[in-house]
């Protein structure tokens, strides 16, 4: 690329920002043994990345003391040593007291101060307990060939599950409220029934939707303590990247229905919008910067009287966001180009690519003078003049050509590489004359919008290609020359098969 743009939603959360909005004070006191005069890190998760949030010296037994004025938010946290090495602490009450030592952090940890901590540091114990009793069991099922031996090890197996189950559903009964209550139901399956088409055999289809439809049963989106624990940053990353079908429109119209389970305003709110925007502003795949689009005009961007609901980002950030999505909305696939009309190389001819009489056209805007381009459009013009003639193909490739270097270069690439589709250019005499007066051009030749294409088509870095269908339609984006050919045959071929 002769540019490059730099994605404009970066991390937008900090951690003094995530740290320091209504935190309840609280105090952390650990004891590490082991650890006298160290320094002591404490970091908390958002989503399933640890940031910093405090530091503390150990005294001669190993104890360090946190308090931080700002307060502690709610969530898992890790108390991290030397090495590093590192044990999770859950922060949901005023005063927590842990004690442990270096040689087994986990292994070796008390809890004197902190119900909540007992009780998950119970269930993990338990969980590891059964466990290993499981693994044990298996074993033996892989060695034992005697079906009566399998089954009497299967009934043994069902019967940890069944404990298992048991165990977290008492725990969360007993517990409501608790941040350790709520660890417990997120990191539990949901249980659903078969579904079973007439026949008998299993429906597939319908079992994926019903999967879908419950997958959140077990979260609380109300509840903004779970942006703070990575058991919710991965459900959300395996349902975003997994469960949802990566279409444009099915990806709005589930991330809308799941943002609109959180109160609108709460870190659940912030944090699926930041996060949903920020990976499909920065996607490397096709027509996902229409997920962009949609979520920056929804969430972000103000709409006449109605101000947007993206309250966390500087005024100078959102203003550049908006003005990005904005660029970008008439250019995401399915939707109709922007006209374009320019003079060829003699600047007297004005052609309109809506006019070509071919039903696809690649448009391909580049600049003489960009070395990613000269390397790039003999490739296509060999694979136009193999493969895209023969498909009905045109190519209408727009140059910048705004100087005498320019249009000199220009003129003297098109020779010699025989670039023989059709060449224009925003030239340098009617580059000239439209900045003294346009309505010498407007509306007679051209449009603003041509005469203004490197707003109007976004084109912040070249080369960039759009394939556009015989309704002027875009189809494709930065697409190489081989995936548009094979892309005009599948189009002409859902073409048929729907007339």
């Not at 900090?14 to 004070?25: C, G, H, K």
């Not at 997958?215 to 303590?225: C, M, P």
């Not at 007297?348 to 448009?363: A, K, M, R, S, T």
Request: proline share 5%; aromatic share 10%.
């Amino acid at each position: 690329m002769c540019m490059k743009n730099v994605p404009l939603l970066l991390a937008l959360f900090t951690t003094a920002a995530i740290q320091a909005q209504d935190a309840p004070e609280r105090e952390i006191i650990v004891t590490v043994s082991g650890a006298a005069k160290d320094t002591i890190y404490l970091a908390n998760y958002y989503g399933n990345k640890l940031y910093y949030a405090d530091t503390a010296v150990a005294d001669a037994k190993g104890k360090v003391v946190y308090k931080s004025p700002k307060g502690y938010k709610a969530g898992i946290y890790a108390v991290v040593i030397p090495g590093p090495k590192y044990f999770e602490v859950v922060v949901n009450e005023p005063v927590i007291e842990l004690l442990t030592d270096t040689a087994d952090l986990l292994g070796n940890l008390v809890v004197k101060r902190s119900k909540e901590n007992q009780i998950f540091l119970d269930y993990i114990r338990y969980l590891n307990t059964q466990k290993k009793e499981s693994d044990v069991l298996r074993a033996q099922l892989d060695a034992n060939k005697d079906p009566i031996a399998r089954n009497g090890v299967k009934a043994r197996l069902e019967d940890i599950d069944k404990a298992v189950k048991s165990y977290q559903k008492d725990l969360v009964d007993n517990n409501p409220g608790t941040l350790a209550g709520a660890l417990v139901k997120m990191g539990t399956n949901v249980e659903l029934p078969e579904i079973r088409k007439p026949d008998g055999s299993l429906d597939s289809a319908a079992a994926y939707y019903q999967f879908r439809a419950h997958f959140w049963d077990n979260f609380d989106l109300k509840d903004e303590r779970i942006v703070r624990v990575p058991v919710f940053a991965n459900k959300f990353e395996e349902y975003i990247g997994k469960t949802v079908p990566q279409y444009p429109d099915t990806i709005n119209k589930l991330a809308d229905e799941l943002i609109e389970r959180t109160d609108g305003k709460n870190d659940v709110f912030k944090y699926l919008v930041n996060t949903i925007t920020h990976k499909y502003e920065t996607s490397d795949i096709m027509g996902m910067d229409a997920v962009f689009v949609h979520m920056a005009l929804t969430y972000y961007c103000p709409d006449g009287s109605k101000p947007g609901r993206a309250d966390w980002i500087p005024d100078d950030k959102l203003e550049k966001l908006c003005e990005r999505a904005r660029k970008q909305a008439p250019l995401v696939i399915g939707k109709k180009a922007p006209y374009l009309s320019l003079t060829d190389t003699t600047e007297q001819n004005w052609i309109n690519y809506y006019d070509l009489p071919q039903e696809y056209v690649v448009v391909i805007f580049w600049d003489p003078h960009c070395g990613h381009c000269k390397k790039e459009l003999p490739e296509i013009a060999k694979i136009y003049k193999e493969q895209m003639k023969a498909e009905g193909i045109e190519v209408f490739c727009v140059a910048k050509a705004v100087d005498d270097a320019l249009m000199k270069d220009w003129k003297a690439f098109i020779r010699e590489h025989d670039l023989d589709w059709v060449n224009v250019g925003l030239t340098k005499n009617v580059f000239e004359e439209a900045k003294k007066d346009p309505r010498k051009f407007i509306p007679k030749y051209t449009t603003i919008e041509s005469l203004n294409y490197a707003d109007a088509w976004d084109v912040y870095s070249t080369p960039k290609i759009f394939l556009v269908d015989g309704e002027r339609k875009i189809r494709g984006k930065q697409l190489s020359a081989e995936q548009i050919v094979d892309l005009v045959k599948k189009l002409k071929e859902r073409k048929a098969k729907d007339q």
